[in-house]
């Protein structure tokens, strides 16, 4: 049914509830999340070209709005699973390849697959933008896990999320957002009032990072 | 953390929610899933037996109770995904497998394990329970299409799901209760009123079984 | 309508929340309660057989599940009106009972009700099967109690809801499963972090038990 | 507690669901339906005072938020069971004055407590005011059916509902208020756009009363 | 249509969430919150009345009852935006009456478009029942946020809410019902295990008054 | 708190639900909504690119992002206040302006802010991208009272948002996007099975527009 039903299928992703089978206070859909990471890469981007940095804004935007959307095909598999086997990883990645192949040869009109083909494929890249689409999508990982914490959710499935989360923005190499997040955004998150001792946690990950 | 970590983990359950990304009038999660299995085998295991057939109940209650445990490590993944290729369906029950070993050996205590490791295997055998297990979930998959017809929704997704459900159920070989449900029971579902026309989507499911 | 009817009643029981009235971080319906149930039996009936008990698996597994099934026609009234006089406890069961005959005889067909009669009466007898029913059923309270006290729900009535659980445990004539509960899940359960202090709120229950 | 404690006790209304176990496509608390028979309550009042009843506006207003504060205590108990036997529905409203009489005690201020003992007895005498809440308490049950029946619930539940809710109505002796519901009032319902057949199911009851 | 459309909007006052776009452990809609305003201003108005006032019953229960009626009209909008000028909280009470105006004409039949338009008029007057509608509307404010601080919510936007709430209900000119709140029930509020310590919380706003 | 606040702002958003007041058979919010528009958007600017025109997507991204950010500060006004009164539009206009100018100056370093206030003012101007935003907001409010409608929602309200939004849609000065929304959306929008005669509905705004 052509651009329709990609219209359509849209609202599936507001239904794809973020780590499924887990307790927390307050739940997100895919399509919100999408939405905040577009708008972290939309202030990390500024960060970068103010330090003189190019940035290809179409091209950051469009990864953004984009990197979930093969879950309307998949769901969103809880992550132990993504990272029980390389194997599966690979094979999960494939399999939304192909299902995103079908979607579009069936659904799009034939004048706009070549557009997304390119548009949908894995925008996690080595370029500045796959980067900062890496650094802003692990940030909203990262405060998921921190609201749920500061909520006072004790499971331990969020301190290991939280402490996930932060190892790998911290090892992501983009010097300038790395650093801003360190300095500035971390300053402000450590002095929130939290049940748990928010400020030991980071630093055990700061001082193994 | 041994059977504590085993109990809590029950709950999680609760929390994944079947068919995710689609829409539904009224949402159903795994753990009622199971109990209803549970109920529907009671039912249709009493009339194998009335017709003659032994069976083993202690298997076919633990089949029900168990046969989706699996989803607390994989969450309940979309269907179509599920039957996107032969080796994904394969490698994902492998995943699901080495999951729920890896499970079983840190948290259940050793002089279970043995226990754990019979119980929470794939159900879904050749034999007598295998099949009623088979039949009792796929009756469950059939009400939930059925109920959401019923409300009214026209998503061609559950019509389907109607029609896949159906045809399946018409093909288990188990003679008594596929006579049973054919004669009794479908003729009750297709008595009720529904704003789709549930009698000629029914015949024509039966026409080609 | 007969079993059509019997089945679609399964869903009504999805619908009935547990503890109606009061503020909980996480709700959990009949359904699912019934499902936890059967698994903590499940567990508890293994470890008496390994004690050397014999255990009627087909009895304890039916207990379990249709424990609760009456709820369908009575709601979960509230705890306290349970309590509040024997003859009310007494009438509502009656009247339980009263209407659970009224749909065997009006909704199941002849040949079944029988059967029907013999499931869906009070499974907590002097039994083994309906003492593991009890222990399993109050064992659900204990973690749902648990589990609010450690999100931080500070509403006295979960405090006893706790304190009340625990003590019924202990008394069950059940020395293998009370001595297991006590020596080996407690201690896991103790040992969780929780906003109150449920190291000192355990031992005050086991020190007056 | 006292006061506080009455206070708090409030919220409890906003957790209990009518209707309990039924689907519905939307559900509705105790303590908007307080709400809601208040303000019929109001109009109907004033429709009397213009026809020459003189009205207590303050014993009516009183009749209608308090008519329900018992099930703080027991919850709302489903339909059915109230009407399963006389002996039950009259135990019930013992158990509820006992357990209001238990709180007063317990928890109002002595100064208090006689206005608490007269305000929460039950209202629906053969006053004016009485009739008026019984007449308001209908009304809103007959809209709650009515409006699932609107949104396409054809669950039988909602159609005897509807069909006893309008047949007491009716019968309330209070001929100002039903003439001007049935001439005035059900005109407006019976010609919105409904699936199921509104005037007909309508006229049926209407021409048996 | 009449009446008919007046008594169906009320559900619309279900659907209206207080507080819209905070985080809350606890949602309140507007019906509820309505009632519960009545239920405060019956003890308060039983205070002052015994207390030798006079209070005037039918007009201090209809002013609880339709105070939020205009949020049919509007919403709940953001409390810092009724704040943000002066202007705009004046301009939104004008558009509130005018909707409200509009409304009696098209929809209340012309006998009782006087009486609607005396119930619905803004009731925070300053007469007896005036300021008692703004005690109870406060009340249930200062309730609101003390129950998020006890579940554990430490967004500061409720402790604001909970200190401004405070601060004006002490401020309003009613002397028996401030003396009451703050020597009965106030020291109850306090020694209630909340995890933010709310007795310094409420002695720092009780010694700036 | 500088950067961080804002980050964790946009949770809020989440957390306000479009068209509230109204029965709806599924929400949707307004982080969600954002992302949706800027899919649309993403596609319609592609169709304008083809067929000659110049996009400045950077701009057309960060006005579809952008476009709902102040109704963090003023939530989801109802509609019909929007339209009330021309004043009172511009008025909302006017504060919404002011809370986001006290935000960007309390909240947002320095360095930042003449970026922000770029980024966060009215998007819906005169150039092409301005026009894509609104065609884009228009059609989401399309697809929300479709949506409705399929579900068999029969409340007015949504056959008015339907006709409104495709009336709007259709006078967008963007040819392209019009002519290719009318012959290929449009068609297959109207092939979906609906319980209303979605068809009819559709010519009739056509023939009048």
Same mark, same amino acid.
């Given at each position: 049914?052509? =651009?329709?039903?990609? /219209?359509?299928?849209?609202?599936?992703?507001?239904? !794809? =509830?973020?780590?499924?089978?887990?307790?927390?206070?307050? +739940?997100?859909?895919?399509? #919100?999340?999408?939405?905040? &990471?577009?708008?972290?890469?939309?202030?990390?981007?500024?960060?970068?070209?103010? +330090?003189? #940095?190019?940035? $290809?804004?179409?091209?950051?935007?469009?990864?953004? !709005?984009?990197?979930?959307? #093969?879950?309307?095909? !998949?769901?969103?598999?809880?992550?132990?699973?993504?990272?029980?086997?390389?194997?599966?990883?690979?094979?999960?990645?494939?399999?939304?390849?192909?299902?995103?192949?079908?979607? =579009?040869?069936?659904?799009?009109? +034939?004048? /706009?697959?070549?557009?997304? /083909?390119?548009?949908?494929?894995?925008?996690? $890249?080595?370029?500045?933008?796959?980067?900062? %689409?890496?650094? *802003?999508?692990?940030?909203?990982?990262?405060?998921? *896990?921190?609201?749920? %914490?500061?909520?006072?959710?004790?499971?331990?499935?969020? &301190?290991?999320?939280?402490?996930? *989360?932060?190892?790998?923005?911290?090892?992501?190499?983009?010097?300038?957002?790395?650093?801003?997040?360190?300095?500035? !955004?971390?300053?402000?998150?450590?002095?929130?009032?939290?049940? =748990?001792?928010i400020?030991t946690l980071t630093?055990d &990950?700061?001082?193994? *990072?």
């Amino acid at each position: 049914m052509g =651009i329709h039903r990609f /219209f359509t299928s849209l609202t599936d992703l507001e239904r !794809i =509830i973020r780590c499924p089978g887990r307790f927390k206070f307050e +739940e997100h859909n895919v399509a #919100a999340h999408s939405w905040k &990471v577009s708008q972290y890469a939309m202030f990390f981007g500024t960060l970068e070209e103010m +330090e003189g #940095a190019t940035v $290809d804004w179409k091209s950051l935007y469009e990864k953004t !709005i984009n990197h979930d959307f #093969a879950e309307v095909f !998949i769901g969103d598999i809880k992550t132990p699973v993504k990272h029980a086997s390389p194997e599966l990883k690979q094979m999960i990645s494939h399999v939304e390849e192909k299902m995103m192949e079908k979607f =579009i040869i069936h659904e799009i009109p +034939e004048e /706009f697959q070549e557009i997304f /083909f390119d548009r949908m494929k894995e925008g996690k $890249d080595s370029t500045l933008e796959g980067l900062l %689409l890496e650094f *802003a999508d692990k940030l909203d990982l990262f405060y998921e *896990a921190f609201s749920e %914490l500061k909520r006072g959710n004790t499971d331990k499935e969020f &301190v290991s999320m939280y402490e996930e *989360a932060l190892t790998k923005l911290l090892k992501i190499p983009l010097p300038t957002c790395v650093k801003y997040f360190k300095n500035v !955004i971390l300053a402000d998150v450590v002095s929130e009032k939290t049940p =748990i001792d928010i400020t030991t946690l980071t630093q055990d &990950v700061l001082s193994e *990072a």
